[in-house]
């Protein structure tokens, strides 16, 4: 089970880092995502990296102002937000898969259980 933590309440143009934890290591032999999703819309995918952490894929509307890294000594991956907007505001799940390069959520297999960012203006 995947452990997402790190949201909260953040102003517009501010930074946040979210952190999804694993237990295992066979989590770093998986690709990880980050995927997010409002009431009002459905799960987008934010951004992908490799298992080996060289390459990695994000979503047009986070692209340079959000990064994604994992450190596989601590089994965890990260998602570095900054510079904020509103639209951010959701509700950020960590996945990982063995495909790398997919935005369908179909193609991540283990799922965290979310975490809540806000952001204010």
């Known amino acids: 089970q995947l452990q997402a933590s790190g949201g909260g309440l953040v102003q517009t143009g501010g930074s946040l880092r979210l952190s999804c934890r694993a237990p295992?290591?066979?989590?770093?032999?998986?690709?990880v995502g980050w995927f997010r999703q409002t009431p009002v819309k459905e799960r987008e995918f934010v951004a992908g990296i490799s298992a080996a952490g060289d390459s990695t894929l994000y979503a047009d509307s986070v692209k340079g102002r959000f990064t994604i890294s994992r450190d596989h000594a601590n089994t965890t991956a990260y998602l570095q937000m900054n510079t904020v907007k509103a639209e951010d505001t959701a509700v950020y799940f960590c996945?990982?898969?063995?495909?790398?390069?997919?935005?369908?959520?179909?193609?991540?297999?283990?799922w965290g259980q979310g975490t809540q960012v806000t952001v204010s203006s």
């Open positions: 295992g290591r066979t989590f770093n032999y998986r690709t």
């Open positions: 996945a990982s898969g063995i495909l790398y390069g997919s935005t369908s959520g179909d193609d991540y297999h283990y």
